[in-house]
């Protein structure tokens, strides 16, 4: 088949990229190339629209062990331990098909972890769905609720946080961002880059199907009504299969016969090969003959372009491939060597005898093209003022009781009911804190995970909304007493080739740069997804971060619920009462207008290292990060899961008390501490300049204040629960 | 006291089971699936997890993989086998238990803790526990317990009943039921009372940082019992 413009087109590429291909090639490209060349020079694999803005990404630091562009991140957590971390996307599959869509997510995510040498320890996840009331939202989150544990459970890693929201935004597109933690010796770690020649190509894992076959380009586009028929481009998922494919990669992985290994994930056996031979500057010949196949008669091109799950590339040692072959033969896994590396710097394919594809490396990896996208800067909405006739007839308990009830806000009990998150033995903070925890098995270590986004705060000023992921992950890590160490970041945007959208993708990279620097909290790894865009709507800008900490005795682990009566309350940072953005404001007064919460970087590390400090000394009962909703809704929560009261204190403040209660302003934590430890906690912030206030004490029942709040615990929990488990079953 | 874990492709509590054996004090073995001998034991154990992906359906081809020959020869000549969730599939699956473990009620994998009653203590697993309600963790998808009419009276008669779903107090009612198991059974006995196959995982709660300590109670009471 003669391969045209049209074609080429047909294959996600635009019409002068298809010319650049020639021109660079000096001839038309065949189908298989053109095959290769669509793949690698897609967004989903080149970058091509945000790598010059990930460049200013903050990526170092002393405990950086790897940083963005491997396979995952690696940071240093002290005795030859290392943590590989990483969050990725699979929000396009998982419209077309939750269940499978967010099963691979977390198949694809796994692998990309242990290919690193790394037994994957814990995985968490970010799921945002369209307004409840849409009618395809209770299905895709059923879906990818069931896809995820489905996966995760039967590989039997444990899922301890995650996140779920909804907003229209979501409506057409959903996003499912998927992050896995694994445990590594620091002096075992494998890489992707292929070195020496004439080693060995060897292929591992589950046959090639016609699955997934143009899936990497298919993240590239955007959706339309004809949707349904991408279905077909869905991976399918066997988590039996990766869980052998695990065990077999970990045991061969004890010698010293591999060179380099990459799975299989977008774009299949193209950009795994292909990223191997780029890394080491080599070439590579592969045989598509020897490549194991399910189907009959699969073309070289769908054998490149298949995206079959749970398969690797390893360039191993000459010499050791009997050995290996033994170990994937008792796991009942595919061995087979399709290939070897060569001084060519090409790619070649061979197919019953004939080279069908003949291309240099770096015409498919280095030169493929990257774009200096036009962008809009966002201004920073104005602010707005609330009048104290906006509060008039409002009454405090029900605006608690409605907040949180809020599909935002609510207990997501339901949801995580459904993921084993204590296999492995070694999970000592459930979802529903603010970070999970596991131990490093046989240590007195743990290590904190968790996954955060903020799309409003983002929709309204990205560079704000972007500073303010980043410390919402620090805060969250700081409050189960662990020291944040570094993040990964899942960026999920609409279309760059829009000013807006791209505009929105720069700033919020811009503003994650500023707060991990700021924080010396680098970002180690992450990608990007664009095109989440449905008949014109695009997404709210949604990064997710994902954040991790160490705690180095894990007996001094801090959690959020109330833990004895007559303790005293703080609230550490200062309440300005910050409306705008805020969840109250939403659902409360029907303002979606305004700027959100601004940012003080000083005041947010600050704040951080001197709860830290407290927690430290041993002087912190339980800690919650104030974050959406504000400090009655933290405090509400840690009543509901110490199952204590809370008597609150009069305000002092000059703000209306709707805007104390609810305000979203940031920097701040509810702390729980013994009466006789208040003076030294009162010293130690004093000294750091830090502004806190005590607001109450924790009571054996009922949440009141003055006499306009009085909830008792019962009632709060079941408001605070209901929604989601009856929203599901109705 | 000796212990043997099997290994099938697909367990994944295996190590979690070991960890919890040698810290109660067994000298623990691991065993593959494909082997024929079991080494010496006065404990066999049948992990959680998806033996064979759960393919055909839970337990089934364990249930007849290599090893469990042997390890249907240990039980019928008396050893102890213990199955846990996945473990207990595959000993209904060969037999050895009665019954069967279908899809939870609700449908959906439930993982919680939750209470159960010991039903019955005189056998090896039990015997001198001081607790009547013990707090253990499940993790499940198929866990919802039913045998026929002849079999429920036939466990009744002769005491089978292991552990039984309840609340905190103690009363066994549907509130406290999780999966929709048969008269709330969470395990149960052969008539010998040496095997015994039950869902909860004591594996998972044994030091007071996990989900709790009452599966350390389990291992310490086994251990001692053997002595």
């Known amino acids: 088949m003669e391969v045209t413009e049209k074609i080429a087109v047909d294959h996600g590429l ?34 091509k629209s945000s790598r010059k803005h990930l460049k200013n990404l903050h990526t170092k630091g002393k405990k950086v062990i790897q940083g963005p562009g491997e396979n995952a991140g690696i940071i240093d957590i ?22 499978q869509g967010a099963a691979t997510g977390v198949g694809g995510i796994m692998r990309d972890v242990f290919t690193m040498g790394a037994r994957p320890i814990a995985n968490l996840n970010s799921i945002h769905f369209g307004s409840p009331q849409n009618k395809k939202t209770k299905n895709l989150l059923r879906g990818v609720v069931k896809g995820i544990g489905g996966y995760g459970n039967c590989i039997g890693v444990p899922t301890i946080a995650g996140q779920t929201c909804f907003d229209e935004s979501y409506n057409g597109n959903i996003l499912v961002n998927a992050m896995t933690l694994g445990l590594v010796n620091k002096n075992k770690i494998f890489y992707s880059k292929a070195a020496g020649i004439n080693k060995p190509v060897i292929y591992v894992g589950s046959k090639t199907g016609r699955d997934g076959i143009h899936g990497a380009s298919m993240a590239s586009a955007i959706f339309d009504e004809k949707i349904e028929e991408k279905k077909p481009t869905v991976q399918v998922g066997d988590p039996f299969t990766e869980k052998l494919l695990l065990e077999a990669c970990l045991e061969l992985m004890a010698d010293n016969s591999i060179i380099a290994i990459q799975d299989m994930g977008a ?22 003959n020897k490549v194991p196949c399910r189907e009959e008669k699969m073309t070289p091109y769908e054998i490149m372009l298949s995206e079959s799950q749970e398969r690797m590339l390893i360039v191993l040692e000459k010499g050791m ?18 290939g070897k590396t060569t001084n060519s710097k090409k790619i070649e394919l061979y197919f019953d005898k004939i080279k069908v594809a003949d291309v240099p490396i770096n015409l498919l990896a280095e030169n493929a093209p990257m774009y200096d996208r036009k962008w809009k800067k966002n201004k ?19 605006c608690l009781k409605k907040i949180i009830s809020n599909p935002n806000i609510s207990n997501k009990q339901w949801i995580w009911n459904q993921y084993d998150h204590t296999v492995m033995g070694d999970t000592i903070q459930k979802p529903g804190g603010d970070a999970g925890v596991v131990r490093v098995h046989g240590t007195n270590k743990a290590v904190a995970a968790c996954v955060d986004s903020s799309a409003l705060y983002c929709y309204a000023h990205p560079l704000t909304g972007g500073k303010q992921v980043v410390c919402e992950s620090w805060r969250n890590l700081i409050s189960v007493g662990s020291e944040p160490i570094a ?5 999920n945007f609409g279309n760059p080739e829009k000013e807006k959208n791209m505009g929105e993708f720069v700033e919020c990279v811009q503003g994650i740069s500023d707060a991990s620097k700021y924080l010396n909290f680098p970002v180690v ?5 664009f095109y989440n865009e449905t008949k014109d709507k695009g997404i709210k800008p949604t990064p997710s971060i994902g954040g991790v900490g160490l705690i180095k005795d894990y007996k001094n682990m801090i959690t959020m619920d109330f833990k004895n009566p007559d303790n005293i309350i703080l609230v550490i940072g200062k309440t300005e009462g910050h409306l705008p953005q805020s969840i109250f404001a939403r659902e409360i007064l029907s303002e979606k207008k305004g700027p959100p919460p601004e940012i003080n970087l000083f005041n947010e590390k600050n704040n951080g290292e001197s709860v830290a400090k407290i927690i430290k000394e041993k002087l912190v009962e339980a800690c919650h ?24 204190n009069n305000i002092k403040s000059l703000t209306s008390k709707y805007e104390y209660f609810f305000g979203e302003d940031q920097g701040r934590y509810i702390i729980e501490v013994k009466k006789e430890n208040l003076k030294k906690v009162n010293e130690l912030l004093k000294e750091n300049s830090v502004h806190f206030e005590e607001i109450g004490k924790v009571t054996t029942d009922n949440l009141s204040y003055n006499n306009v709040l009085k909830i008792s615990i019962e009632d709060l929990n079941k408001t605070y629960t209901n929604w989601l488990s009856n929203y599901m079953v109705n | 006291m000796k212990s043997s874990v099997i290994i099938f492709p697909g367990s994944n509590c295996d190590r979690d089971m070991d960890v919890a054996l040698k810290k109660f004090g067994f000298k623990n073995k691991m065993v593959w699936h494909d082997d024929n001998e079991l080494p010496k034991s006065d404990l066999i154990v049948l992990p959680g997890g998806f033996s064979y992906g759960d393919y055909l359906r839970c337990g089934s081809i364990a249930g007849k993989s290599n090893i469990i020959k042997s390890v249907i020869k240990f039980a019928q000549s008396g050893g102890l086998v213990l199955g846990i969730c996945n473990g207990f599939q595959i000993l209904t699956e060969t037999g050895l238990l009665p019954g069967i473990l279908q899809q939870n009620k609700n449908i959906e994998f439930i993982c919680k803790n939750v209470h159960v009653k010991v039903a019955d203590k005189s056998n090896k697993y039990f015997k001198n526990i001081k607790k009547e309600i013990l707090e253990l963790h499940i993790a499940h998808n198929e866990g919802n317990y039913f045998c026929s009419n002849n079999d429920l009276k036939f466990l009744e008669d002769n005491n089978q009943i292991a552990v039984k779903y309840c609340n905190a107090k103690g009363n066994c009612n549907l509130e406290s039921n999780p999966n929709g198991a048969l008269k709330n059974i969470a395990g149960v006995f052969n008539k010998e009372k040496n095997i015994l196959g039950m869902m909860p995982h004591p594996e998972r709660m044994i030091d007071k940082y996990l989900s709790g300590e009452d599966g350390a109670l389990f291992f310490q009471n086994l251990i001692g019992n053997l002595g």
């Open chain 1, 14 to 47: 635009k019409k002068e990229e298809f010319a650049k291909i020639c021109e660079l090639l000096k001839r038309i490209p065949n189908i298989t190339e053109l095959a290769l060349f669509s793949a690698m020079w897609n967004e989903h694999c080149s970058y």
């Open chain 1, 78 to 99: 002290g005795d030859d331990d290392a943590i590989v971390f990483k969050i990725e996307s699979h929000n396009h599959p998982s419209f077309i098909e939750p269940y």
């Open chain 1, 267 to 288: 774009a299949g056996l193209t950009s795994s090969s292909i990223e191997m031979a780029s890394k080491g500057k080599l070439g590579i010949e592969i045989n598509l």
């Open chain 1, 321 to 338: 491939e009997d050995k290996a072959k033994k170990i994937f033969d008792k796991w009942n896994l595919d061995f087979a060597v399709i």
């Open chain 1, 380 to 398: 920073l909405p104005q602010k707005i003022k609330f009048k104290k006739e906006d509060f008039k007839s409002l009454n405090l308990s029900d």
């Open chain 1, 487 to 491: 993040i990964t970041n899942c960026l």
């Open chain 1, 525 to 529: 790894s992450g990608n990007v997804s």
């Open chain 1, 625 to 648: 990060d104030v974050s959406l909703g504000g400090i009655l809704v933290a405090i509400a929560k840690m009543c509901i899961k110490g199952q204590k009261g809370a008597k609150l």
